[in-house]
């Protein structure tokens, strides 16, 4: 029997995935915020900066994924009540990631889109649970993921009943050292050939350098993808995880200015 793909294009036309009002697939979407959750004064202000800026939506990190067991891990549900403040006050909807297959229920009530990263791309009892829900899940290429691995992964969530699913491109592991992983832009035509799924691009984690994120985010609007995830925030030299990507205020400003320029040429030349 030939097994359903339901991630795959055929002659779907392209999904579009609601949060509030915001459609992911159809126009470009900007998610801004932290890497983590510090404190409510770090979120607040920077939730304010990124809106003022023109991002659609605020992320930041309650529960951290980090290589080590002594670095900072997230605040927890203290870091989850910051951000239903800032959305409270700010009106953008959040995304945050969720690690632990038992946290999704009460997570996404919490979260407006639950973020699968790349370190559980394949951790098959989270994408079954986040699979059950309803929640707009924005699922991260696995550092060492294939196309098909990545797409079979969003295979489990689709499959388990939820229909919302983001894929977001964050960069591969390759023998490049300069750069953190390696942004693979092909992923974003690549994606649109294969599937309906929308797919966004994460320059942040995809170079781990500050100056590289606008000129990545300028080719990933112009290689069509559906949006960005950027790490900004009001002081970027206090952050605890991820300070080298993370941008400061002006530099964000300007990118989400011109990224906005080269998206509303790309339109017109479709
Ligand atoms: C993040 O978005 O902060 C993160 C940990 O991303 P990734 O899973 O892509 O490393
Ligand atoms: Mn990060």
Redesign the pocket.
């Known amino acids: 029997m030939e097994q359903p793909q339901l991630f795959a294009r055929s002659d779907r036309p392209k999904s579009v995935v609601s949060v509030g009002s915001l459609r992911f697939g159809e126009s470009f979407i900007v998610i801004a915020g932290p ?1 983590s959750v510090e404190s409510e004064r770090q979120l607040l202000d920077t939730a304010w900066m990124v809106k003022e800026a023109g991002a659609d939506a605020l ?1 930041g ?1 309650a529960f ?2 980090r290589t080590s067991p002594y670095s900072f891990q997230g605040l927890g549900l203290a870091g989850l009540k910051i951000l239903e403040k800032a959305r409270r006050e700010t009106g953008l909807p959040v995304v945050t ?1 969720v690690l632990d297959p038992r946290d999704v229920p009460w997570v996404s009530e919490f979260a407006d889109v639950l ?1 699968i ?3 559980n791309i394949q951790n098959f009892s989270l994408l079954k649970e986040a699979g059950k829900g309803s929640r707009p899940v924005l699922l ?1 290429r696995g ?1 060492n993921s294939t196309l098909e691995e990545w797409l079979n992964s969003a295979e489990y969530i689709l499959s388990g009943g939820n229909p919302g699913v983001i894929l977001c491109e ?1 960069g591969i592991r390759t023998f490049e050292v300069y750069t953190r992983n390696t942004l693979d832009i092909s992923a974003v035509p690549a994606i649109r050939e294969l599937s309906h799924l929308p797919i966004i691009v ?1 320059p942040a ?1 995809g170079t781990g350098r500050a100056s590289l994120i606008e000129p990545m985010s300028l080719a990933a609007a112009a290689a069509g993808s559906d949006g960005l ?1 950027i ?1 900004a925030q009001v002081h970027p030299e206090e952050a605890l ?2 300070r080298p990507q993370t941008l400061p205020p002006e530099l964000f400003r300007n990118l989400v200015r011109k990224v906005r320029a080269v998206r509303e040429c790309w339109e017109r030349l479709q």
């Open positions: 890497c992320r990190g951290k994924p990631e973020q990263g790349a370190r991260k550092m964050r994460d984690h995830l790490e995880s991820d």
